[in-house]
């Protein structure tokens, strides 16, 4: 058979074009030239996208830190069965990602007449307004991840903006009026119901559902009700922490821990000479506030330092997570081994410690929206452009790892620690248990762990505090072992005196 034959044989079967190929074949004189070029031009694209990646590294390093994007619940918790339901609104959409959400629409009208009081409210002019909010238009849409803002123009964003802004800041006026009747006048006016508001500030805190907090700076400085705007937003955020009333001062003070020479410190905390990037950036900023000097030198790790940490924890993730399971005790054993449990001062995760036999936590009130809350603060730590130190997500790790069963709950309830909103101590555990899934501890509470550990291996200490866990746990049980041992003393001054005489 001629080559000119073979080749048209080849056309027609392409599996013996196939295995010519592959075997080095060529077909007429081209066919080596031409599967040389494609491979040449296939490789140089592969190797320009190496140096597009290089690229980026040199612009991160010139930024020295990249500023997280608003965007999607990272897919290791969103496809989790058991955490839809906390990762997506209920009522309400804030921002361009649920907008187009058909269940969320009976609520759009709620949007617009809280816009219009807020508008109202601060004696503002609409047309400067929105004129304002197209001006930044570019920054707004930079800080959202691009698959966010696909699909809108400009002008579509910006009254999306515009609406879901002031709709948000009016929302936090009502929240923040000091006189019930008076927030309860203003949902009768809005024909809003109270049970519509409860599910709203859940939405209001999900991952995908924030505003660029740039955008509450440009309407509140709109306004000219400024310190009341501050005044609300303050008691809105305090009030969200959900902790036991009497640590309200110690978590404001945590709140207003800023430079006071800034020009709008007063509106915005700068923590760390940072603002935040939303609400529940500034949120997660309260709950991490360190109390101490210490803890404020361990914040403060160069971000670059900081990024080569996480990779680091990441590559450990489950070799840290048998390690602390398999080094750590629940609330029970800590309580057999004498340690006694006390509330911090603050709600600040970082106010965990352990001295004297005392280890101290933050108190929390756990409710049906303590696990969307931090379920989306974890949610926030795990985006991949989002440099931290895992603060939250340590912290219920921390927690999952004191509490095993209902038991652990109820000594964490007696302490003053734990104030159960929920139900039941097994619904509690269960949810702290169910939480931790997927979750990276870092190393903040090591020197906590290391110094429990020694405690509980010292056995005159845990013998020290078994006996009085068993013998002097109440006045009656002391009564009673009190008299065992003017019994026992009795009967041996009986009997010395009774040899003593026989001998005598």
């Not at 496809?79 to 009976?106: C, E, M, T, W």
């Not at 009768?188 to 740039?214: G, R, S, T």
């Not at 911090?344 to 410690?353: G, H, P, Q």
């Not at 009085?468 to 009997?495: E, Y």
Request: net charge positive.
């Amino acid at each position: 058979m001629s080559q000119k034959d073979d080749i048209i044989l080849e056309e027609a079967d392409p599996e013996r074009k196939a295995a010519r190929q592959q075997s080095g074949e060529t077909s007429g004189g081209n066919d080596a030239n031409q599967q040389s070029g494609e491979t040449s031009s296939s490789l140089k694209k592969k190797f320009e996208s190496l140096d597009d990646a290089m690229k980026e590294i040199s612009a991160g390093e010139a930024e020295n830190s990249t500023k997280p994007k608003i965007q999607k619940i990272p897919f290791m918790l969103r496809d989790n069965d058991n955490f839809k339901k906390y990762l997506k609104p209920r009522v309400v959409s804030i921002g361009p990602y649920h907008a187009k959400d058909p269940n969320l629409q009976v609520t759009k009208r709620m949007k617009l007449k809280l816009a219009a009081l807020f508008i109202k409210y601060g004696g503002i002019d609409r047309d400067v307004l929105y004129e304002k909010i197209i001006e930044k238009i570019s920054n707004f849409k930079g800080c959202y991840a691009k698959k966010a803002t696909k699909g809108y123009n400009d002008k579509e964003l910006a009254w999306m903006f515009l609406v879901d802004g002031c709709a948000l800041l009016h929302y936090m006026i009502i929240c923040g009026s000091d006189e019930k009747k008076d927030r309860d006048d203003m949902l009768k006016q809005l024909k809003i119901k109270k049970d519509h508001m409860a599910f709203v500030q859940q939405d209001v805190f999900l991952l995908d559902n924030q505003l660029p907090y740039e955008l509450l700076e440009l309407l509140m400085g709109l306004s000219n009700k400024q310190y009341e705007l501050k005044h609300s937003l303050e008691k809105f955020i305090l009030d969200s922490i959900n902790a036991p009333p009497g640590l309200y001062e110690a978590n404001q003070k945590n709140y207003q821990k800023a430079d006071q020479k800034n020009y709008q410190a007063w509106i915005i905390p700068r923590w760390k000479d940072k603002k935040p990037l939303h609400l529940l950036d500034l949120l997660r900023a309260i709950l991490i506030q360190p109390d101490n000097e210490k803890d404020a030198c361990h914040a403060t790790i160069p971000m670059r330092e900081r990024s080569q940490k996480q990779k680091f924890n990441d590559a450990l993730t489950f070799k840290k997570k048998r390690l602390w399971h398999s080094s750590f005790r629940n609330i029970e054993e800590l309580k057999a081994a004498g340690i006694s449990l006390k509330p911090s001062e603050t709600s600040s995760m970082k106010s965990i410690s352990f001295s004297a036999g005392t280890l101290k936590i933050p108190p929390i009130i756990v409710d049906d929206w303590t696990e969307a809350k931090l379920l989306n603060l974890a949610a926030y730590e795990m985006c991949p452009d989002f440099q931290n130190e895992f603060e939250v997500s340590t912290y219920i790790f921390f927690m999952d790892s004191l509490i095993d069963r209902a038991q652990d709950v109820k000594e964490l309830r007696q302490s003053g620690i734990l104030h159960n909103a929920l139900g039941s101590d097994k619904e509690v555990a269960k949810l702290f248990n169910r939480i931790s899934t997927d979750l990276v501890p870092n190393h903040i509470y090591e020197d906590v762990r290391k110094k429990i550990q020694s405690h509980c291996d010292n056995k005159w200490k845990t013998w020290r505090a078994q006996f009085r866990a068993r013998h002097l746990h109440s006045p009656w049980s002391a009564f009673a072992f009190i008299a065992a041992i003017l019994v026992v003393a009795s009967s041996i001054v009986q009997t010395v005196y009774t040899v003593k005489g026989y001998y005598n």
